[in-house]
């Protein structure tokens, strides 16, 4: 029997390769905005178009917070829309917990309640004008009693009894009244307040203090006025000083009097500052 050639047999078609699977969004990509921040946006700043900012609408947003929410007409509607749960954001994308029907009832009754307050207190304002002014008393004057008493009551000439002779002593001449004390200024109580608290943690010089107060942008009449309401004794801010140079290095009698000079001390009490701490 001859040979014949089989023919081969066909392979089988290869499976439909699946869509490859869209790619989740990335981790930092933009999150859906939300619904509760986006409805109490609406609703309180709507007119301002801060809503509109928020969902990444920035060329509507300029425009409702030009226009004042459309005369509130537009900003009215938005909240509405909002409520509805059919707001988007700048990426078509609904708002997260938009879906949440418990969530939006809460949000329609808070809504309604907001509105209808802020239609009812200009209302409860304007009301409370309309009480009637109290009526006003009639005075009389001791001058129209006089002249309106019957003339039979008048005090007989010879019933009038004569007045007392004036003394002949001197009065007393009369005190001159104080001057008052001038009224400290803001920027002069600031001064007396922070020369004070210089002097709470370290020792100054009346010199040294006006010139930080100066440095810290007083001028220089409050500077002076803040050091000298502190009726401090130089001669011991000058004792504190030398013992607080001494505590951490040392001087020479003469190299100490001369730091002290230089912080401001007059020369008198530089040397009875250093005297004082036994140098």
């Given at each position: 029997?001859?040979?014949?050639?089989?023919?081969?047999?066909?392979?089988?078609?290869?499976?439909?390769?699946?869509?490859?699977?869209?790619?989740?969004?990335?981790?930092?990509?933009?999150?859906?905005?939300?619904?509760?921040?986006?409805?109490?946006?609406?609703?309180?700043?709507?007119?301002?178009?801060?809503?509109?900012?928020?969902?990444?609408?920035?060329?509507?947003?300029?425009?409702?917070?030009?226009?004042?929410?459309?005369?509130?007409?537009?900003?009215?509607?938005?909240?509405?829309?909002?409520?509805?749960?059919?707001?988007?954001?700048?990426?078509?994308?609904?708002?997260?917990?938009?879906?949440?029907?418990?969530?939006?009832?809460?949000?329609?009754?808070?809504?309604?309640?907001?509105?209808?307050?802020?239609?009812?207190?200009?209302?409860?304002?304007?009301?409370?004008?309309?009480?009637?002014?109290?009526?006003?008393?009639?005075?009389?004057?001791?001058?129209?009693?006089?002249?309106?008493?019957?003339?039979?009551?008048?005090?007989?000439?010879?019933?009038?009894?004569?007045?007392?002779?004036?003394?002949?002593?001197?009065?007393?001449?009369?005190?001159?009244?104080?001057?008052?004390?001038?009224?400290?200024?803001?920027?002069?109580?600031?001064?007396?307040?922070?020369?004070?608290?210089?002097?709470?943690?370290?020792?100054?010089?009346?010199?040294?203090?006006?010139?930080?107060?100066?440095?810290?942008?007083?001028?220089?009449?409050?500077?002076?006025?803040?050091?000298?309401?502190?009726?401090?004794?130089?001669?011991?801010?000058?004792?504190?000083?030398?013992?607080?140079?001494?505590?951490f290095t040392s001087f020479s009698h003469s190299g100490l009097v001369g730091q002290l000079e230089f912080d401001g001390f007059t020369a008198a009490?530089?040397?009875?500052?250093?005297?004082?701490?036994?140098?």
């Amino acid at each position: 029997m001859p040979n014949t050639p089989t023919q081969p047999y066909a392979p089988y078609p290869a499976p439909p390769t699946p869509p490859a699977p869209t790619p989740p969004a990335a981790a930092g990509g933009p999150r859906p905005k939300s619904f509760v921040a986006t409805w109490l946006l609406a609703l309180l700043l709507g007119g301002l178009g801060v809503d509109r900012f928020y969902l990444g609408k920035i060329g509507t947003g300029i425009l409702k917070l030009i226009t004042l929410g459309g005369l509130g007409v537009w900003a009215l509607i938005d909240l509405i829309i909002t409520l509805a749960g059919a707001q988007r954001d700048k990426l078509g994308r609904p708002l997260a917990g938009s879906e949440n029907k418990t969530t939006r009832k809460v949000a329609w009754i808070v809504s309604a309640a907001v509105i209808v307050l802020g239609m009812a207190s200009p209302a409860l304002g304007s009301g409370g004008g309309n009480e009637a002014a109290p009526a006003p008393v009639a005075t009389h004057s001791a001058k129209t009693d006089a002249s309106t008493a019957p003339a039979s009551h008048a005090p007989s000439p010879r019933a009038t009894a004569p007045a007392a002779p004036a003394s002949s002593a001197p009065a007393a001449p009369a005190t001159p009244a104080a001057p008052a004390a001038p009224k400290e200024t803001v920027s002069q109580a600031n001064a007396r307040e922070k020369a004070a608290d210089y002097l709470s943690y370290t020792a100054f010089s009346r010199t040294g203090l006006i010139k930080q107060l100066e440095f810290e942008g007083f001028s220089a009449a409050d500077a002076t006025y803040g050091t000298d309401a502190q009726n401090a004794d130089w001669n011991a801010e000058a004792t504190a000083k030398a013992k607080d140079y001494l505590s951490f290095t040392s001087f020479s009698h003469s190299g100490l009097v001369g730091q002290l000079e230089f912080d401001g001390f007059t020369a008198a009490q530089a040397e009875y500052g250093v005297a004082q701490a036994g140098l």
